[in-house]
């Protein structure tokens, strides 16, 4: 046998490899046989996109979710979508967008991934370092390219890591300065002096005049009554919404999310009567302390001192007191059964009255808690913080966290979409039972509290007419006196005209209320434009509108002091509050250099004009639809026979 095979090693070599070519080559042709080819999801600029592409950017955006803050910054700019993540990588590519190897290292650096995150991280994964640094590269690639169609002023995108970092610490402490940091992530449009000038002017001017507000309710009288068909068309169109909160009337008939509750407090001030410093005390504190004193002897830093510790064990105090109230209506709880972590309350359960608890904590500890009942009438989530003392407060060690918030994470309140919600479940809330102990924050007091619902209801919509009909017929005849006054308008005005505010005021029975100068918007604490609110009307921008056309119309030389009365008279429909308001204008007051130079240098100004202009421009640049319609996508979907069919994103094109 093996003379046979040194006689033919050649021969058997070359047949040999000849079979195993073949061998490849039909294996080959049998794997493209076998396994379908990725399918085709549209196309782009005339050639397919497969499955494979977008599997590649889903992968992609995988791992970016391992990166602090870049995952958010990313989620919260750009989207998640793996199709669009494509095709901005895409556009960009095709732009000549692209990032270098120092960019991606710095943004490793400001949120923290060093050698040893990033092997952790790919570890975890099965991942590269390589691989990281791409979708990084990626992710300043997308930041970029998002400046660019939006028309922003280029901010680095380690500055905007930066600002994102800072703001989360400022929410979280509950300072809405985190608001004007997270605007400049946003960007800011590249805006020509023109602009600036005509948004500062806007919103700087001011009048000042004199107005009456006319109701609807001096005409109910002379209304009939509403049909059955006014009455089912009112409540077919309102019954999903809530009071106040449709257009234009403000009309609803769903109930709000609502609760009844009870709670102790308290405070501080109250806790400081009961508590006494030692002079020892003072003195050891002063000692362990003197780098805080530097020079200053005890005798002049002493009442300081004290106060300080008495504070301090005023504090201590109060979280005693609030901690054995937890404990003692806990304790009369302990013996029902659970389900899911909640107590089954029976009907024969009745929980120890806070006033009574209230009475054994001031026999324990000197110091009586406050008792606060708003059990009788429901109170809707939404005016929470309206409450005195409970209102501002917050659980303890979970800032940021609103009472609202907690109160809808209460088992009768049922499922809810808002994660901050969902996270407080286990807190295990319900009706009958104690709530986690809360503070309200120092600026008001440092009280401490504990509440209880005893009621608890989800926002529900009428089922019937007959359940709110008493509602939707007073609607209907205010609807239907509003609609009386507003065809007597001209002949409001011309009262006023003729005979004065104050003749129009007394024959409507109201009064003459003073309009203070008064902008055309003013700017929350979150740096959004509202209407001002004027007194005795409220919000409403068809009333400053109205008015700031009147002045402009009569100034002269930026003045309305010449204009004769006709000139500076108005009036305007306020549909929220179903009331007409006629005015009379005493001054306009344009915007001075002075406070154009002022505003001008405000950080808040380019976000406010950015967000004016991109809301008035209509479409994101950045959707979707607009994405695709730039780079030439078309989708591909199934027809109706099954076959592929190609289909536009967007309006336009095939």
Known sequence: MLKFFRKYNKIILVVGGCLLMVAFLIQGTLDQLITPPPPVVGQLDGR????????????????????????????????????KWFLIQQDAQRMGLSASRAQVQGVLEVVGIGDRELGLITQRLGATPDMVRAVVHDFIVADNYRELVLGLKHIPVTEKLRYFIAAQQLFQQGNPQGFVLASLI???????????????????????????????????????????????????QYRNDLPGQSEPYGFGYRTPNRVKLEYLAVSIGAAMKAVDVEEADAIAFYDQNKERFGDDPYASVREQIIARLKRDKAEALTQRIIRTAQSMLFAQARSLPEKSGYRVIGDDFTPTALRVVADELENEFGVRPEVYNFTEEWTAVSDLSTLPLLGGAQIINRPGVTLGQYVMSALEMGESDDEQVQALRPL??????????????????GARLLFRLTAAEPTRAPQSLAQVREQVASDARREAAYLRLLQGREQWLTKALDQGLEAAAEEAGTVVMALPPTPRRNRTAEGALQPPLIVGVGRSEAL??????????AATDGSIAAAPADQRTGEAAVDAELALVVYQLDDYLP??????????????????????????????AMSFDAIARRVDFVRESVGEEGEPTLQPDAAGGL
Do not use: C
């Open 544 to 553: 400053v509108e109205a008015m700031f056309d009147t002045a402009v119309a």
């Open 48 to 83: 397919d996109v497969t499955a494979n592409d977008t599997r590649e950017a889903a992968l992609r955006l995988q791992l970016i979710d391992q990166l602090p803050v870049v995952s958010q910054m990313t989620a919260m700019m750009i989207g998640r979508d793996e199709l």
């Open 186 to 236: 946003e960007g800011s449009q590249r805006l020509s002096e023109p602009v600036i000038a005509h948004y500062l002017q806007e919103q700087g001017a001011t009048v000042s005049g004199q107005l009456i507000s006319i109701s609807a309710d001096r005409y109910a009288a002379d209304v009939p009554e509403p049909t059955e068909a006014k009455l089912q068309e009112l409540f077919d």
């Open 428 to 445: 295990r809330l319900q009706v009958g039972m104690s709530s986690q102990p809360l503070v309200t924050p120092a600026g008001l007091g």
């Open 591 to 620: 915007m001075t250099r002075t406070q154009f130079d002022r505003a001008a240098r405000d950080v808040w100004l380019t976000p406010m004009i950015n967000q004016t202009l991109l809301t008035a421009e209509g479409e994101d």
